[in-house]
């Protein structure tokens, strides 16, 4: 068996990994097949101007529509060569994530060294720090988990996983990049291997975010993550600009502004050799959600709406992000110090502006019947379950669940809430916090 420490250097040296995000249903809320995610995935391997795009960020282990089954992507993936950010969903409660782990036990039976080869990493929950934050709270999202449940997750997976054929599978969390930078997060932060980071400088309306700024708003939250991480890796697991949809702030959402961000953004991480799962592949199927960040429209196909070639552009903009899921890979399971507390934790929220987090809902497959300890308000329907790829497995709906921060459409796929709020650096302040909305909503 390789160690993690291996595996994520062999994930970050000769060649990165790069893929999208995939949700486990379609707009209309129907269950993704496993020919549906072979086509997915072909088409993905096809993109005109791209190469090497064969990896899949998934956001649960559960197929659409049963209790514990194993997603139907693997056998697709298998198939079609794609290797796979697995997820497990982190917010429905334990009985929900019981259920992700014996669908992660009868995969890894069902499937074994097929499947455990083409394993890139193992997700435990999806920006579900940011959900349980007083942010996340006060703008009504859903519900989410505090850092103690998510690094028992993580313990009870990695326990799960110990003498199978995905023994030493790297496993992280992804969260947005103030969820990462919250002191009071660490605990996280000390159970994975790796941080995956979600960052959209669109949705970050409190800032000056106009096209033109996005790289240097992209590249800042990536600092703050990986100064948080205190050396572990920080793959990116969301990322990516609308090709339609509404303004937020100064940031336009259009095919060309889509095609600067990738220019500007997404080819230096590239170039850099960062391990990256775009948001997304596609978020109309059947159904265009508002804003849309799909590559292609709602028919499959491997011309994109706008060029991907990387040809001469500047890969300066993200080269510390090679620094650090390149150098750093190898000693990434050692226990990072995190300083996401100390001077920058005093950094006042505002000034830090919205964490651009993922613009999907919750999927309908994802809530829970199960009560939660976390105190939420009323929070916005889920929309329908969209096909693309974005936060929390779906392209992002349609709506918007206006959380003051940014919009997030409820969702696709099988995506998770909005998240991205600016991220509270106390853990003190954090507490009162989350005290007063909690006063405030008992009105």
């Known amino acids: 068996m390789h160690t993690i420490a291996s595996i994520l250097a062999l994930a970050t040296t000769a060649s990165a990994i790069q893929g999208f995000n995939y949700g486990s249903t379609f707009t209309t809320g129907a269950a993704k097949t ?10 993905a391997q096809g993109l005109e101007g791209t190469s090497g795009w064969t990896s899949a960020r998934l956001y649960t282990m559960v197929q659409a529509g049963t209790a514990s089954d194993p997603i139907s992507a693997i056998p697709a993936a298998i198939k079609t060569k794609t290797s796979l950010l697995l997820g497990l969903w982190a917010s429905g409660g334990d009985t929900s994530f019981a259920n992700e782990i014996l669908a992660l036990k009868a995969a890894i039976d069902q499937y074994g060294d097929d499947f455990g080869k083409l394993v890139d990493g193992i997700s435990v929950g999806s920006e579900d720090l940011y959900r349980n934050s007083p942010m996340g709270i006060a703008a009504g999202s859903y519900v989410g988990a505090g850092p103690e449940t998510i690094a028992r997750y993580i313990q009870e997976t990695k326990d799960t996983i110990a003498g199978t054929s995905l023994e030493g599978a790297p496993i992280g969390h992804v969260d947005t990049w103030t969820a990462w930078y919250n002191g009071s997060n660490q605990a996280v932060i000390d159970a994975c291997d790796w941080l995956g980071m979600d960052a959209y400088p669109y949705f970050q309306d409190t800032m000056p975010n106009a096209i033109g700024e996005s790289k240097s708003l992209f590249d800042e939250a990536l600092g703050n993550t990986q100064q948080a991480g205190g050396g572990k ?4 697991t969301e990322t990516g600009h609308p090709v339609s949809g509404k303004t937020v702030g100064q940031s336009i959402a259009s095919t060309d502004n889509a ?12 170039d850099s050799k960062t391990n990256l799962w775009y948001y997304t592949l596609q978020d109309a199927a059947p159904d265009t959600p508002n804003p849309s960040f799909g590559l292609v429209g709602n028919k499959l196909s491997t011309t ?21 899921s390149t150098s750093q890979a190898a000693g990434s399971s050692a226990s990072g110090t995190a300083s996401g507390s100390g001077s920058s934790a005093t950094e006042s929220a505002s000034s830090i502006g919205n964490s651009g987090g993922s613009p999907g809902g919750v999927p309908s497959a994802q809530i829970s019947s199960q009560e939660s300890a976390t105190v939420t308000p009323t929070a916005i329907a889920p929309g329908a379950t969209g096909t693309g790829s974005g936060s929390g497995s779906g392209v992002g709906g349609s709506g918007s669940s206006a959380n003051g921060t940014f919009t997030a459409p409820p969702a696709a796929t099988s995506t998770i809430p909005a998240s991205g709020a600016t991220g509270l650096q106390s853990g003190a302040f954090a507490a009162a916090f989350a005290a007063i909305m909690v006063a405030i909503y008992a009105l």
């Open 34 to 43: 496993q020919s549906d995610f072979e086509n997915e995935f072909t088409t």
């Open 233 to 236: 890796p920080v793959w990116i």
């Open 259 to 270: 095609e600067t961000y990738w220019k500007d953004v997404v080819c230096p991480l590239i």
């Open 304 to 324: 994109p709406l706008y060029d991907l070639s990387c040809d001469n552009t500047n890969s300066e903009s993200s080269s510390s992000a090679s620094a650090s």
